[in-house]
T-cell receptor
């Protein structure tokens, strides 16, 4: 079965610092990759996604992620974080194999940005 | 895209009772999913519900505890049966459109 690993459980940064959140998955076939964000008290929102093509994808609010197939990774980056980026971030992998279609989530990374 | 609504948004229930959560989508979708997000944890898939067939449950989840209905292509319900405090969680409905999943706002359930 596929799995998704997020290595950082809690990241604390000061405003303007750069961010990189790690995400690795275990599945050898074709995948679609997502980062979701959950702001305090709000529901999940899609931050960005990768289906195919350019492995560097840009999302909302200045976030980007790079798909490195050889490393089974899809790390999330932002050059300069803001206080409003404080949220929980989830990496997810979608696999379609035969009749099975499933989205598997990582354990999440809580980002706290200090003003 | 898809817009999903859930009812109720939150509830406080007594141990041993059952709660049915409704999920409504603004378009017809083949696959609907029910997730659970326990406090401080990630999302765990409970089951996949396709219209016209029995729901498929993930390991650790059973139909007697989480019966699901899928009467048409825009609606589904999840019932949390015989609740215990361990069922306190956020329950989310999700749909897949073009290999992308959209999530409802969730139902926050507290069992006392």
């Amino acid at each position: 079965a596929q799995s998704v690993s997020q290595h950082n459980h809690h990241v604390i940064l000061s405003e303007a610092a750069s961010l990189e959140l790690g995400c690795n998955y275990s599945y050898g076939g074709t995948v679609n990759l997502f980062w979701y964000v959950q702001y305090p008290g709000q529901h999940l929102q899609l931050l960005l996604k990768y289906f195919s093509g350019d492995p560097l994808v840009k999302g909302i609010k200045g976030f980007e992620a790079e798909f490195i197939k050889s490393k089974f990774s899809f790390n999330l980056r932002k050059p300069s974080v803001q206080w409003s980026d404080t949220a929980e971030y989830f990496c997810a992998v979608f696999i379609s194999s035969g009749s099975a279609r499933q989205l598997t989530f990582g354990s999440g990374t809580q980002l706290t940005v200090l003003p | 895209s898809a817009v999903i609504s859930q009812k109720p948004s939150r509830d406080i229930c007594q141990r041993g009772t059952s709660l049915t959560i409704q999920c409504q989508v603004d378009s017809q979708v083949t696959m609907m999913f029910w997730y659970r997000q326990q406090p401080g944890q990630s999302l765990t898939l409970i089951a996949t519900a396709n219209q016209g067939s029995e729901a498929t449950y993930e390991s650790g989840f059973v139909i007697d505890k989480f019966p699901i209905s899928r009467p048409n292509l825009t609606f589904s319900t999840l019932t949390v049966s015989n609740m215990s405090p361990e069922d306190s969680s956020i329950y989310l409905c999700s749909v897949e459109v073009s290999a992308q999943q959209y999530f409802g706002p969730g139902t926050r359930l507290t069992v006392t």
